[in-house]
């Protein structure tokens, strides 16, 4: 027989929530001025923005962002009928600061205990790479930083806890969110996934080594 307090537990975990958000919207530039679009960029025939979105949608959370900017006409195309919440970021020029604070501002995300922070460029992260980071994050009861690691090397996804969604607001700048979680004073647990928590595609060589095929 399981003791009251597992049970306890187990139902605590059980209503820990976590929303998506899916970045979106940089301008890729070190693609080449006027070249092709590495979310526009085909993986066994589905360009790269919709397969992230797809493998966020596939995961027990309860709600999946995308933040669009750069070229958004033709990733809001190329998400086309995935029930998803896509978030324009009118300043995305200015770095990943101003499409972090347009996915945490977003409806949806601010009653879940975390957010998921995905990147759209990472072509080999999986639905169960996904569900293992929020499975962790969920038997913390909410209260960790969760981030995905390769041989103890911190990569991403990452999961923050609720709590510090006001600091993710007041970030400026071409910055993301790996000071707020050295200074939070939260636990950080880390979820190996392999490879696929440090393969992003930059390049076109990226694109093309991951198995990609380029679009104009």
């Given at each position: 027989?399981q003791?009251?307090?597992?049970?306890?537990?187990?139902?605590?975990?059980?209503?820990?929530?976590?929303?998506?958000?899916?970045?979106?919207?940089?301008?890729?530039?070190?693609?080449?001025?006027?070249?092709?679009?590495?979310?526009?960029?085909?993986?066994?025939?589905?360009?790269?923005v919709r397969?992230?979105?797809?493998?966020?949608?596939?995961?027990?959370?309860?709600?999946?962002?995308?933040?669009?900017?750069?070229?958004?006409?033709?990733i809001?195309?190329?998400?086309?009928?995935?029930?998803?919440?896509?978030v324009?970021?009118?300043?995305?020029?200015?770095?990943?600061?101003?499409?972090?604070?347009?996915?945490?501002?977003?409806?949806?995300?601010?009653?879940?205990?975390?957010?998921?922070?995905?990147?759209?460029?990472?072509?080999?992260v999986?639905?169960?790479?996904?569900?293992?980071?929020?499975?962790?994050?969920?038997?913390?009861?909410?209260?960790?930083?969760?981030?995905?690691?390769?041989?103890?090397?911190?990569g991403?996804?990452?999961?923050?806890?609720?709590?510090?969604?006001?600091?993710?607001?007041?970030?400026?700048?071409?910055?993301?969110?790996?000071?707020?979680?050295?200074?939070?004073?939260?636990?950080?647990?880390?979820?190996?996934?392999?490879?696929?928590?440090?393969?992003?595609?930059?390049?076109?060589?990226?694109?093309?080594?991951?198995?990609?095929?380029?679009?104009?």
């Amino acid at each position: 027989m399981q003791s009251p307090l597992n049970d306890e537990s187990r139902e605590l975990e059980s209503i820990v929530s976590v929303a998506i958000v899916l970045l979106a919207a940089g301008e890729a530039s070190r693609m080449g001025k006027g070249k092709a679009h590495k979310l526009l960029a085909e993986f066994d025939c589905v360009p790269l923005v919709r397969r992230a979105a797809m493998t966020a949608l596939g995961a027990d959370a309860v709600t999946v962002v995308v933040v669009t900017g750069h070229r958004g006409a033709e990733i809001e195309s190329a998400l086309s009928g995935l029930a998803l919440i896509s978030v324009e970021n009118h300043d995305y020029a200015s770095g990943m600061a101003s499409s972090l604070i347009a996915g945490f501002g977003a409806a949806g995300v601010n009653n879940p205990h975390g957010v998921l922070v995905m990147l759209a460029d990472m072509p080999w992260v999986t639905t169960a790479d996904i569900n293992a980071l929020i499975a962790t994050f969920r038997s913390s009861l909410g209260q960790a930083v969760v981030r995905a690691v390769s041989n103890g090397k911190p990569g991403n996804p990452v999961i923050l806890p609720r709590s510090l969604a006001d600091a993710v607001l007041r970030l400026v700048g071409d910055v993301g969110a790996r000071h707020i979680v050295e200074m939070s004073g939260l636990p950080v647990i880390e979820v190996d996934i392999g490879e696929a928590a440090h393969m992003d595609v930059d390049t076109p060589e990226d694109v093309i080594d991951a198995g990609g095929i380029l679009r104009a």
